[in-house]
């Protein structure tokens, strides 16, 4: 089916995710460029406190509540957008504060269902790694699927 996840690694300073939502783009998108939206999966469904200037140059911070009562705290600010394909943004854990990667979210429709593909960039291959090594591809696999059950109560 198409909830599956695709996860390749393009070249040494990259991540791919593909991944198959069964509802139209503009409503992918939308889930995308909300708080409302977005506190509803991004965070692998956890609480999350969300924060957004969903506009080039605007910036955004989310701290997701994890079940063991830790916070994960994460920022960036929007590069580009074009509604309802395209979404370039930065990306950086509070954590691991100076670890900046940029992601680039391409949305296409066809036949009534979005695909979304997702191209993050690194500036070294060790950060690329340690990305890879901390569960970034179930963390979005989880959150994706989040998305799917939040698009179906929306459509």
Not at 44 to 50: A, K, M, V
Not at 69 to 90: D, K, L, M, N, S
Request: proline fraction near 5%; charged fraction near 30%.
């Amino acid at each position: 089916m198409g909830d599956n996840l695709t996860v390749t690694l393009p070249t040494d300073l990259e991540i791919k995710m593909v991944r198959v939502f069964d509802a139209p783009r503009a409503l992918v998108f939308e889930a995308h460029s909300k708080p409302e939206h977005v506190k509803h999966w991004w965070g692998r469904g956890n609480p999350l406190d969300c924060e957004m200037d969903f506009r080039p140059g605007g910036a955004w911070r989310f701290v997701e509540h994890a079940p063991d009562g830790e916070q994960y705290a994460f920022r960036g600010e929007y590069r580009e957008i074009q509604a309802p394909e395209r979404i370039v943004w930065t990306f950086e854990f509070e954590g691991m504060p100076g670890h900046v990667c940029v992601e680039t979210l391409e949305l296409t429709e066809e036949g009534g269902k979005t695909t979304v593909t997702s191209l993050t960039r690194f500036d070294t291959k060790e950060d690329r790694d340690g990305m890879v090594s901390s569960g970034m591809a179930e963390g979005a696999r989880e959150s994706y699927d989040a998305l799917a059950a939040y698009l179906n109560k929306l459509s």
